[in-house]
């Protein structure tokens, strides 16, 4: 059973004329680490708060359409409800921490939940330790970077122990260097604890690497859905205008001019790199 | 930021820190009490003194003489104006002159027990003291919220004035009137981005079962400790007392102690 089922959702925003995304099906699977990404403007975040309930119980609105998450259907269950299994991580750190310390924050979720006390504790280290931010523990928040910050805001969700994480574009407030860490610590999330992983990004050449699964939007529709290797090499994805890695386009400009390449598509520079070694062996 | 510096809570660990503000703000209660019930210049003296050891002990001098520095514009006028209508409603120099710095060091006093429950309870408990009291918690969430963002709306606020002024907007220009107005293409973009702030704000904690229970549960919860009972009995100890010479003890005033001497 796919952990996230959509099937025809069509979603008008109160007050809009136009859909904000129309006829989205799409099948995120247990486990996976699926990358959604497309030009701006064009549905991701709309569909992301689809995922917890935000839409419809939140921003109100037309809904139409299936949409299962974690086996739940949304409009039969309030956002509580849904924040048991499913987090979302937004874009501006700033606006997603509440209290006065880090500690605090992390826990905010699970006190909503009227977890008792000494099992918070618990779990609040455990979250702590796992994303690097337990020295930061009794600071507050605007004693910390943005990159700290983001590492709190996903702590908070982690906290709660989704089986679904989103996280929408949770590095376009961070310097590049933050967002490699924030990417590796999404990773081994999944990797490690096995939590599937729904990320939306533009910066392909940091995250792609990572996907199983990419889902690229345009204009409130999916119009690709597969494999990154095959999507990422895809003549349609490049006339979109999504950030292809470079490692992979400099591959399709190689092997078009006749360079002998092995047949997998890299999709960072160190699977680029091995690969030109590989060749340059052959030739030797 | 000057101005907001004063709401910045500095994270300092001492005895005073960590006692219970619930139990700081009895406390407060009481010498509010007997600074009322007072108005002889020797007893406010001693009120007065009773409490330096706070300060001393919680290690904020330098921020508690910067609030009183604060209160010294309002004491001065209240100096004044106490002197003036004493001395000529026709009593003595020497009267007027105790009597009115009786009533500045009652005020005094009022602003030294106050800052020293602001300057050593921090936000975090403060709003903890507020829910265990039974405060309906959407009001204490929204008062720890508020001060987690004061920092942040203050840099906002720099920011868009320094935004303006790169435009060309004279802030310091005009009449009384207009420096008001100018304001106002400040005042707009922040106005929006706090909304703006807010709505993300809400999204954000919906993401976080706000409301799941009535029955939340909070990570910190206070407990009475040793010195808190300590304190207890300091509060209990000083309002008997002060109620008991109130009652029974005739208080000279300091004229009639230096002639007595002399
Ligand atoms: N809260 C909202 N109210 C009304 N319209 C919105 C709201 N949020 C987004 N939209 C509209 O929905 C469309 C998709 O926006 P969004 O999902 O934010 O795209 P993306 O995240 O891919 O940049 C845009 O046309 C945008 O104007
Ligand atoms: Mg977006």
Known sequence: MPVIETKNLTYTYPGGTKPSISDVSIKIKKGEFALITGPSGCGKTTLCRCFNGLIPHFYQGELKGEIKVTGLNILENPIYEMAKHVGLVFQNPENQLFALSVEKDVAFGLENLGVPREEIRKRVNWTLNLTGIYDLRERAPHELSGGQQQRVAIASILAMQPEVMVLDEPTSFLDPLSAKKIFKVIYELNKKLGITVVLVEHRLDLTARYADHIIVMDDGKVVLDGEPREILSSEEARLIGIGIPKATRLYHILKKDGVKLSNTVPLSSDEMANLLKEALKVHD | ?262
């Not at chain 2, 720099?158 to 005042?187: C, H, S, V, W």
């Open chain 2, 1 to 262: 930021m000057s101005v907001f510096d004063g709401l910045k809570f500095r994270r300092v660990y001492s005895p005073i820190h960590n006692l219970d503000p619930r139990i700081k703000f009895i406390y407060v209660l009481a010498i509010f009490v007997i600074a009322i019930i007072f108005w002889e210049l020797i007893p406010l003296i001693v009120l007065f003194i009773i409490q330096i050891p706070f300060v001393v002990l919680a290690g904020v001098k330098r921020e508690w003489l910067r609030s009183m520095r604060g209160g010294a514009f309002l004491a001065s006028i209240i100096f004044v104006t106490n002197f003036v209508v004493a001395y000529f409603a026709g009593r003595g120099l020497a009267e007027s002159l105790e009597n009115a710095i009786a009533l500045t060091l009652r005020f005094i006093v009022l602003i030294e027990s106050f800052s020293i429950f602001f300057l050593t309870t921090s936000p975090d408990h403060l709003g903890l003291a507020l829910e265990q009291t039974g405060m309906p918690y959407e009001f204490c969430f929204a008062f720890t919220t508020a001060v987690r963002f004061v920092p942040v709306l203050a840099e906002e606020a720099q920011t868009i004035m320094d935004a303006q002024k790169a435009r060309g907007l004279e802030l310091e220009r005009g009449n009384f009137l207009k420096r008001i107005r100018n304001y106002i293409p400040i005042l707009i973009p922040l106005i929006v981005s706090a909304i703006r702030r807010s709505l993300e704000l809400a999204e954000a904690m919906e993401s976080r079962a706000w409301g799941a229970t009535k029955k939340r549960t909070n990570l910190y919860v206070l407990k009475i400790h040793k010195n808190d009972f300590f304190l207890i009995v300091i509060t209990i100890g000083i309002l008997a007392t002060a109620i008991f010479i109130r009652l029974y003890v005739p208080i000279p005033s300091l004229n009639q102690l230096l002639k007595g001497i002399f």
